[in-house]
C-alpha cells in the first residue's frame, strides 16, 4: 500500500520531527502496558505513526509493531529510528489510517498520537474496532491546550506565545496546515469514542516538562504543520533572525522550559 497525503500536512519535517519533537514520558508506556497486560506477545498498530515516537518505546511490549503513516519521509526517519535503536520487531506502512482493513491481521493494541484529528474519526474508530482482538483496545494521546482562534491552540508557555507571534508574520493570522489550514475538530474525541462500538473511554492525565536550548526552540517550529522551511524561502535567515530575538526577549538565558500535560484516551473491545 503507498498513498501519500495530498495535503503534504509534513513534508519537509521529518528530520525535525524525530529530533525536535518532545518525547512521550515513560510514564505513559509502563500504563499502557500495565492496563493491557503487555508481555511481548501479540502486535502493535501505530496510526498516524509519524518517525514512530508511540511505535518505537512500545517494541518491546509486542512480537511485531506496524507504524502507518502517509508521510514516506516520516517513515524513512523511523526506519532509521529503529536502526539505531536496533529494533527489529518494527514493520512500516505507507498508507491512510482510513484504509486500514483485514488484509493487516489482528492487533493487541492500536495507538494515535497527534494524529487523529487529520483523520476521518469515526471512519477509523469503525474499522479500528474490526481489526482489534477482543480484549484488545486502543489509546488517542496527545499533549492538550485551549483552543483559540483561527485554528490557533492557547499555549501555557509564554515563549510559545512569542513564537507564534512570527509565524503570524510570515504566514499570516489564520493556521496553517500543510498546503492548506487547520480546521478544529467538530466533536471533541471522548465523544466520538462513546459514539463508536467502543461505547466508552477512559482518561489517563500525565503532566511533565523539558527543558530546550534556544536552537531546539527554533527547530522543533519546522517539524510543525504550519512552518514550511521550503515555502520561506530566501526568507528564511530573516524569519530564525526574527524568531530567535522574539524567543531572547522572553528569556535572555536562552533555556527554555516546556510545559506538556499529556492525556490518553483508552478504549477497550
Same mark, same amino acid.
Given at each position: 500500500m503507498n498513498m501519500t497525503d495530498e495535503r503534504k500536512l509534513f513534508k519537509g519535517t521529518a528530520y525535525y520531527y524525530a529530533k525536535y519533537r518532545a518525547k512521550y514520558p515513560t510514564k505513559f508506556f509502563e500504563h499502557i502496558a500495565k492496563i493491557f497486560h503487555l508481555?511481548?506477545?501479540?502486535? #502493535?498498530?501505530?496510526?498516524?505513526?509519524?518517525?514512530?515516537?508511540?511505535?518505537?518505546?512500545?517494541?518491546?511490549?509486542?512480537?511485531?509493531?506496524?507504524?502507518?503513516?502517509?508521510?514516506?519521509?516520516? #517513515? *524513512? =526517519?523511523?526506519?532509521?529510528?529503529?536502526?539505531?535503536?536496533?529494533?527489529?520487531?518494527?514493520?512500516?506502512?505507507?498508507?491512510?489510517?482510513e484504509n486500514i482493513n483485514a488484509a493487516l491481521g489482528v492487533f493487541h493494541l492500536i495507538t494515535m498520537g497527534k494524529s487523529f484529528h487529520w483523520m476521518n474519526r469515526k471512519a477509523v474508530l469503525q474499522k479500528s474496532y474490526e481489526i482489534l482482538e477482543k480484549g484488545g483496545g486502543l489509546v488517542i494521546a496527545g499533549p492538550t491546550a485551549a483552543p483559540g482562534k483561527d485554528g490557533w491552540r492557547v499555549d501555557e508557555d509564554n515563549w510559545r506565545e512569542a513564537r507564534k507571534k512570527v509565524v503570524k508574520k510570515y504566514f499570516g493570522e489564520k493556521r496553517r496546515a500543510g498546503s492548506g489550514f487547520y480546521q478544529e475538530p467538530g466533536e471533541r474525541f471522548e465523544t466520538l469514542l462513546v459514539q463508536s462500538p467502543f461505547g466508552y473511554c477512559e482518561e489517563w492525565v500525565y503532566k511533565y516538562t523539558r527543558s530546550?536550548? #534556544?536552537?531546539?526552540?527554533?527547530?522543533?517550529?519546522?517539524?510543525?504543520?504550519?512552518?514550511?522551511?521550503? =515555502?520561506?524561502?530566501?526568507?528564511?535567515? *530573516?524569519?530564525?533572525?526574527?524568531?530567535? =530575538?522574539? #524567543?531572547?526577549?522572553? =528569556?535572555?538565558?536562552?533555556?527554555?522550559?516546556?510545559?506538556?500535560?499529556?492525556q490518553a484516551l483508552i478504549a477497550r473491545k
Open positions: 508481555d511481548g506477545k501479540g502486535r #502493535l498498530l501505530d496510526l498516524g505513526c509519524g518517525t514512530g515516537q508511540i511505535t518505537l518505546p512500545f517494541a518491546r511490549y509486542f512480537a511485531e509493531v506496524v507504524g502507518l503513516d502517509t508521510e514516506q519521509e516520516m #517513515l *524513512d =526517519e523511523a526506519v532509521q529510528e529503529a536502526k539505531e535503536d536496533k529494533i527489529k520487531n518494527a514493520k512500516w506502512i505507507c498508507d491512510k489510517a530546550m536550548t #534556544l536552537d531546539e526552540t527554533v527547530n522543533e517550529i519546522y517539524s510543525t504543520s504550519y512552518v514550511s522551511r521550503e =515555502e520561506l524561502g530566501d526568507k528564511l535567515s *530573516d524569519f530564525e533572525h526574527d524568531m530567535r =530575538e522574539a #524567543l531572547l526577549q522572553i =528569556e535572555p538565558s536562552g533555556s527554555f522550559v516546556e510545559h506538556i500535560t499529556l
